[in-house]
């Protein structure tokens, strides 16, 4: 095991315009900070009220960036986990305080992301820093919402609700929770993906702090498996990192919470409090138990509070003096779980698999060593191979000689020659006792004990002797032996014995009789069940008959059916806009659908070739700013090594010369690169005039044909032919389907922008608009059947 040490605790103070200088100062190594109360004067000139308070922390982060918080908090412990150190970072505060931004980030912006995207980065890069592992990635999303427990990742399509409720488990290897999914993700897009999913279902509601309040704990769990690549490293180490986002205390009374969103703060404010007394209890070294099970937070994080863990505690705090009392009480809770000590260890266990290819590579090792001690030993004969048939047959050979006494003795070589004699002997053994049951089942009839039909059948034959024991029956077995009774003269022994073997006989014809299940019932039974099952036929003879019967107790189909669609009358009630707007792309607009489509082709090509373009000229820059770089400094060292001329001419050497060269290379190639990205651009401008101009001249078709198909009256139609009074678009239109930029378009712009600042910001952004497409889908889909049972 590892040493024991403290927790580390941390405090973020919001930013804020009101912040309360006079009641908050901090410490000059920002590791400490101090309350400041003033007195209330009502309570007379006997005040005892403390009105000072001093805390020690591990630092406080004011007015501080996302990437110095991750720095600062998080770094050290993920990547003690790549080393099977498990791991815990706990976000707790006031509600409103900032938790879910400190844990999660803005995952609209690439730059404001929280602590839980920026481990998932740092872990995979870390993984392709160590080719010599292979590391497995597995991850969960628990949430705790009023004392049930809710897999926040239960809506994907593989996963689907669990029928039986998730509940808490301990093993000796820790606590788990059984019925959560835990998903493999094999790169950091799709560990992405999981956490924007289950942000999606996370529960939040609004109050008078806060407009997005967390109404419940959740805890994000990354589980790391390292596996050397090496066949003979048995060992493996595993650790997993929780990401615990509280809840936020609060006070009702500031809140404002009623109904539901009362109760959920109810049972917040609840489990807190069970936290802060299984901190308490931590940290008194004198108390025996601790409270885990007192709710399923604290049971849950029971391998985090106070296990073999790295733990680090965010505390979000107010700096406005209204909340002073709240900030008071965070602070307190911060400075209570540095009492607190963990015993952090890594890990390790054994891979069977492997174990079992170096033992047995041990093992024909140790079969060569003894081989050639037995040469040297004259030993040639000794094999220590598992015996084969033949050597098999062999042993059992020389068993039953030796047992019928022409084999004096058997010759010892090895052990396991003597283990294969003695299960040899329990071999010869058997088969002469079976030998000897067959023989007598041969000469006599046996009777189970337990057949009584066939006992009282034998009691009337006078079988039994006057005790009502069979006759020769031995002691302690289930059968007896046909005997002739005691009464039957010796002279007829043979007769007595005919008379014992024919009323058996027809005892049993009888009872084969009589018994309920004898060879033709089973005949019978077995036809009657193969006849419940139908044949194909007659499976589909009763399907069409079910169906004509279902058919012919139908009502007439109505006027929508797709018999009445034939007909030139509309429906009662239009169809709604998606559905006739896919019709009408697939019919009377398709032609421009399919120009439209086309254009929108060429313009991602252009737009994908002028990122590819910016890349370049960005690479190039790069380069150049090297260039130019080393060139200053070769002109420096030039300068004061003293510089040479001749004939007017300055003298420099040829490494300068080179760099001359290649800046005017790359001058070049920055200038040629750069006209084309400018050509490029005034393609896309073309090219998104016309994707613009096919997008607007397919709504107002579409406009047109919905109107003149669903809207406008019968007895109008004629107006709307040519020479008619009403001209095709002169129809008002109240809603209309938007034809806007798609996910693609808005995604295309958005890598133009950001992606030359932050290329690491890929996979990010390609989950969150995998994420909304996926929901987006969802809802057209549920809109759709609503509008369909309508």
Same mark, same amino acid.
Request: glycine content about 6%; overall charge neutral; hydrophobic content about 35%.
């Given at each position: ?140 999303? @628990? ?155 604290? /049971? ?5 509070? *106070? ?5 680090? @505690? ?44 170096? @033992? ?108 009502? /024991? ?132 060429? @313009? ?43 004939? *007017? ?133 549920? *809109? ?7």
């Amino acid at each position: 095991m590892g040493t024991r040490k403290k927790v580390h605790a941390f405090v973020r103070v919001k930013p804020t315009d009101d912040f309360a200088h006079e009641m908050i100062r901090y410490g000059d190594d920002k590791r400490s900070i101090d309350i400041h109360l003033k007195k209330d004067i009502r309570r007379g000139v006997v005040n005892n009220q403390q009105i000072d308070w001093s805390f020690k922390l591990d630092g406080v982060l004011h007015d501080a960036s996302q990437d110095l918080v991750y720095e600062t908090v998080a770094k050290d412990v993920v990547s003690q986990a790549l080393n099977g150190y498990n791991g815990t970072i706990m976000c707790y505060g006031q509600t409103g305080a900032g938790k879910t931004y400190t844990m999660t980030g803005a995952t609209e912006n690439y730059k404001h992301r929280g602590i839980l995207p920026r481990a998932l980065q740092q872990v995979f890069r870390m993984i392709e820093e160590r080719p010599t592992h292979a590391i497995t990635v597995r991850v969960s999303y @628990l949430e705790i919402y009023n004392e049930s427990l809710f897999d926040l990742l239960s809506t994907l399509p593989y996963v689907g609700p669990s029928v039986t409720p998730m509940t808490i488990v301990e093993n000796p290897q820790g606590v788990f929770i059984k019925g959560l999914s835990v998903h493999l993700t094999s790169q950091e897009e799709d560990a992405f993906s999981l956490l924007f999913e289950g942000e999606t279902n996370r529960i939040i509601a609004s109050h008078t702090m806060n407009k997005n309040s967390s109404r419940s704990h959740c805890i994000f769990t990354i589980y790391l498996e390292a596996h050397s690549r090496t066949l003979s490293e048995e060992k493996y180490i595993t650790s997993k990192i929780n990401l615990v986002d509280l809840a936020g205390s609060e006070r009702l009374g500031k809140s404002g919470s009623e109904g539901r969103v009362l109760k959920e703060a109810t049972y917040i404010n609840k489990s807190l409090s069970f936290l802060e007394q299984a901190i308490i209890a931590l940290g008194d070294q004198k108390r025996d138990h601790i409270p885990f099970r007192q709710c399923k937070l604290t /049971h849950a994080l029971k391998d985090s509070l *106070g296990g073999n863990c790295n733990m680090v @505690l965010v505390t979000n705090i107010y700096g406005e003096a209204a909340q002073l009392e709240e900030t008071l009480s965070s602070l307190r809770f911060a400075s209570r779980m540095k009492l607190v000590t963990t015993e952090p260890a890594i890990n390790e266990k054994y891979d069977a698999e492997r174990m079992v290819k170096n @033992l047995e590579k041990e093992l024909a090792l140790l079969k060569q060593e003894l081989a050639i001690h037995d040469s040297l030993t004259n030993r040639t004969f000794v094999t220590y191979e598992a015996m084969d048939e033949i050597q098999i047959a062999e042993i059992n050979s020389q068993v039953r000689r030796y047992l019928e006494g022409t084999l004096d003795e058997i010759d010892i070589i090895n052990l396991r020659q003597i283990k294969e004699v003695f299960n040899q002997f329990r071999v010869v053994l058997s088969q002469q006792e079976q030998e000897v049951e067959s023989t007598l089942r041969r000469k006599y009839t046996l009777i189970d004990r337990n057949d009584f039909a066939a006992i009282s059948a034998v009691q009337k034959a006078g079988l039994v002797d006057v005790d009502g /024991h069979l006759v020769g029956e031995p002691e302690g077995q289930n059968f007896g032996l046909g005997v002739a009774p005691f009464s039957t003269k010796p002279g007829k022994k043979a007769k007595s014995k005919k008379t014992f073997k024919e009323p058996l006989s027809s005892l049993a014809r009888k009872e084969g009789a009589s018994s309920p299940v004898n060879g033709k019932d089973l005949d019978y039974v077995s036809t009657s069940k193969t006849q419940l099952v139908p044949s194909s036929k007659d499976g589909d003879v009763k399907d069409m008959l079910s169906r004509d019967r279902e058919t012919s107790s139908i009502e007439p189909l109505p006027s929508d059916s797709p018999k009445e669609e034939l007909r030139p009358i509309r429906p009662d009630t239009p169809p709604s806009k998606p559905v006739a707007f896919e019709e009408f792309k697939n019919e009377r607009g398709s032609e421009i659908n399919r120009i439209f489509k086309e254009n929108k082709s060429i @313009l991602n090509e252009r737009r994908k070739r002028a990122s590819e373009t910016t890349q370049r000229i960005n690479a190039i820059k790069r380069e150049i700013d090297v260039t130019k770089e080393a060139l200053d400094f070769q002109k420096s060292l030039r300068e004061k090594q003293g510089e040479y001329e001749s004939k *007017g001419l300055m003298i420099i050497d040829e490494e300068e010369f080179l760099l001359i060269l290649k800046l005017k290379d790359l001058k070049k190639q920055y200038r040629s690169e750069y006209q084309d990205l400018r050509d490029l651009r005034a393609e896309i401008q073309y090219c998104q005039h016309l994707v613009d101009q096919c997008r607007h001249r397919l709504l107002m078709e579409f406009d047109i044909w919905y109107n003149e198909s669903f809207v406008i009256p019968e007895d109008m139609q004629m107006a709307l032919k040519p020479g008619g009074s009403i001209r095709p678009g002169m129809v008002p239109v109240n809603r209309i389907v938007s034809l806007g930029e798609d996910d693609q378009d808005k995604f295309s712009q958005l890598q133009q922008r950001v992606l030359p600042e932050g290329p690491d910001s890929i996979s990010f952004y390609n989950a969150k608009v995998k994420t909304e497409q996926k929901h987006n889908y969802l809802k057209t889909m549920m *809109g759709l059947q609503q509008a369909h049972r309508k």
